[in-house]
């Protein structure tokens, strides 16, 4: 049998641990027309709970698009993807895409080409329309589509903070226009950044101020997740202690994709085991950690003197109190505003990010390594 244990990739079906109440006041939203800002920090789970929301959508008949902002480089390149992505919504609609091109893009005059796999894939001809004046017929086909088709349609635009770096607010501008009227599309945001996501919504100089509602996406429940476990390992014919389960949803964090991630690799290496205890958890993650290892030395290598104290500092202390004299002196930090300027920088990198509580490890592994070096 295979390995029951995925980390890495979407997980959906039997891979995908509860959630049922956010996939519930998600579906029932989006059958509506909303905008929905979803924000979790990465690995907790957003793509695979919309991917699945969307799953149960297309489902009941709804047109769904899917597209992740981490990969176009430019507005252009948006365009591209927002177009391909929305005339794939449905098979019928992705055979008719030439029409549909045709008819509700004339200023854009797109280029439609078709994959080995019949699925389009649409670019633009560009100088011929501004960007601003594509921007505004590309960002209007999903609620044509979707009226032409007399079905409603969910647009999901993932990681969406990236779209800052694609054209500053410009971009943004032209989404907000096109998107506030429509009225057979819903929206959702999703983002891990949620700081950046948090302003763009609330600040009022913002074009995206006040767009949506906002949804904060939380760990799992350690009760349902511990029992999602204890069942993959059962139907692999395995078992682990309480006392495993425990240390490995400590170490972990109980941040989804590491509980995956360390499961993955106790079945992995411990095949002819058939109860999981606490030594087993150990060995795995010094087993990942070691995987990491060339990684982490290049993260390490690019930082500071005073950054690397600091990052010790918050692996030992659960990155509380980091600038209190006591931390300033055992860790030689010199003073808290040098203790201040190296978290800021360090949160920039997207090595550490603040909460409510502390600084935590946006790579959880990353603070475990940290540990095993004296940290
Ligand atoms: N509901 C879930 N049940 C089990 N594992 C999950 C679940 N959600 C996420 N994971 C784990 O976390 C990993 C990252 O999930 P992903 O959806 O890509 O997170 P995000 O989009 O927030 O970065 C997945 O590959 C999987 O290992
Ligand atoms: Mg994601």
Redesign the pocket.
């Known amino acids: 049998m295979g390995n029951p244990?995925?980390?890495?990739?979407?997980?959906t079906g039997e891979?995908?641990?509860?959630?049922e109440k956010e996939l519930e006041e998600l579906a029932r939203k989006l059958r509506g027309t909303v905008r929905i800002f979803l924000l979790?920090?990465?690995?907790?789970?957003?793509?695979?709970?919309?991917?699945?929301v969307l799953d149960l959508l297309g489902r009941q008949g709804m047109l769904t698009a899917y597209l992740d902002l981490y990969w176009p480089n430019s507005s252009q390149e948006f365009l591209e993807l927002w177009m391909s992505n929305v005339v794939r919504s449905s098979r019928s609609i992705a055979r008719r895409a030439a029409r549909f091109v045709k008819d509700f893009l004339p200023r854009v005059r797109p280029k439609i080409s078709f994959d080995p796999t019949g699925s389009p894939q649409i670019s633009l001809d560009l100088p011929g329309p501004t960007l601003a004046e594509a921007a505004e017929d590309v960002f209007n086909l999903p609620e044509r589509i979707a009226k032409a088709e007399k079905k409603r349609f969910v647009v999901v635009l993932?990681e969406f903070q990236e779209i800052l770096r694609l054209d500053g607010e410009a971009l943004e501008r032209q989404l907000r226009a096109a998107i506030q009227h429509q009225k057979n599309v819903s929206y959702l945001f999703?983002g891990?950044k949620p700081r950046i996501l948090t302003d763009m919504v609330s600040d009022e100089t913002r074009p995206f101020y006040q767009m949506g509602t906002l949804m904060t996406?939380d760990k799992?429940p350690e009760k349902e997740?511990t029992q999602?476990i204890e069942s993959k390992f059962s139907k692999s014919g395995k078992s682990i202690s309480p006392e495993a389960l425990g240390i490995l949803m400590r170490r972990s964090e109980n941040?989804?994709?590491?509980?995956?991630?360390l499961c993955f690799y106790l079945w992995d290496h411990f095949q002819g085991v058939s109860r999981i205890e606490e030594s087993h958890v150990q060995e795995a993650i010094e087993i990942t950690l070691r995987s990491q290892e060339p990684a982490y030395l290049t993260l390490w290598e690019g930082l500071t003197l005073h950054q690397r104290k600091t990052l010790k500092a918050a692996a030992a202390l659960k990155g509380r109190l980091l600038t209190a004299k006591e931390t300033i002196a055992r860790f030689r930090l010199e003073a808290a505003t040098n203790v201040a300027k190296s978290l800021k920088a360090l949160c920039a990198k997207s090595i550490l990010r603040k909460e409510k509580e502390g600084y935590v490890f946006e790579d959880v592994m990353f603070g475990r390594w940290l540990e095993g070096h004296g940290a």
């Open positions: 244990f995925r980390f890495g990739t979407v997980v891979d995908f641990a509860d959630r979790a920090p990465r690995r907790y789970g957003k793509t695979s709970l919309i991917k699945n993932d999703a891990s996406l799992i997740f999602f941040v989804p994709h590491y509980v995956q991630l």
